[in-house]
T-cell receptor
Framework: KQEVTQIPAALSVPEGENLVLNCSFTDSAIYNLQWFRQDPGKGLTSLLLIQSSQREQTSGRLNASLDKSSGRSTLYIAASQPGDSATYLCAVRGTGGFKTIFGAGTRLFVKA | DGGITQSPKYLFRKEGQNVTLSCEQNLNHDAMYWYRQDPGQGLRLIYYSQIVNDFQKGDIAEGYSVSREKKESFPLTVTSAQKNPTAFYLC?????????????FGEGSRLTVL
């Protein structure tokens, strides 16, 4: 059974710092891995999607990597800003169907 | 603009009542999903549907029911059998034809039992 873990659960950094959020999963037979952002009381916004055959994806100041063999993904945020403050969730879809398993998220606070 | 619309945004329910949460998408996606989110936990899958008139139970389907009569709509009913229904409910969709399988979400509905 797939399990997704995100470390740390919470993170506070000063503005301008580069940071890395971690996601680990137990079953390497994945279809894709997706990173989301969630603001308080809101739905999830897709940030980056990495297909099983890909190693990384980039969008602006965000870069996500995928290492299936070790069951890990990282989300790199460059030059963090207060507007980046949110909860970041990692989600893994397996190859066996339509189910996607979510991590509990990392709550990020960027101090001005 | 294409997207997923959930309503109502906030809903209060008395114990013993059934309530229905609406989810409509205009993305022409085949697959639709309902998730529940509780504080400090990841999203948990309630039900999903890959095609009209077909749906499958997720990990926490007890006390919930769904229907999929139209491609665009996937309403969720929270029945009185659900022991702890207070939560944030999220609807999502994805295309199932030859692509990335990217998930898109609505803005959520917060249900509170009084």
């Amino acid at each position: 059974k797939q399990e997704v873990t995100q470390i740390p659960a919470a993170l506070s950094v000063p503005e301008g710092e580069n940071l890395v959020l971690n996601c680990s999963f137990t079953d390497s037979a994945i279809y894709n891995l997706q990173w989301f952002r969630q603001d308080p009381g809101k739905g999830l916004t897709s940030l980056l999607l990495i297909q099983s055959s890909q190693r990384e994806q980039t969008s602006g100041r965000l870069n996500a990597s995928l290492d299936k063999s070790s069951g890990r993904s990282t989300l790199y945020i460059a030059a963090s800003q207060p507007g980046d403050s949110a909860t970041y969730l990692c989600a893994v879809r397996g190859t066996g169907g339509f189910k996607t398993i979510f991590g509990a998220g990392t709550r990020l606070f960027v101090k001005a | 603009d294409g997207g997923i619309t959930q309503s109502p945004k906030y809903l209060f329910r008395k114990e013993g009542q059934n309530v229905t949460l609406s989810c409509e998408q205009n993305l022409n996606h085949d697959a639709m999903y309902w998730y529940r989110q509780d504080p400090g936990q990841g999203l948990r899958l309630i039900y999903y549907s890959q095609i009209v008139n077909d749906f499958q139970k997720g990990d926490i389907a007890e006390g919930y029911s769904v229907s999929r009569e139209k491609k665009e709509s996937f309403p969720l009913t929270v029945t009185s059998a659900q022991k702890n229904p207070t939560a944030f409910y999220l609807c999502a969709s994805s295309s199932s034809t030859g692509n990335t399988g990217e998930l898109f979400f609505g803005e959520g509905s917060r249900l509170t039992v009084l």
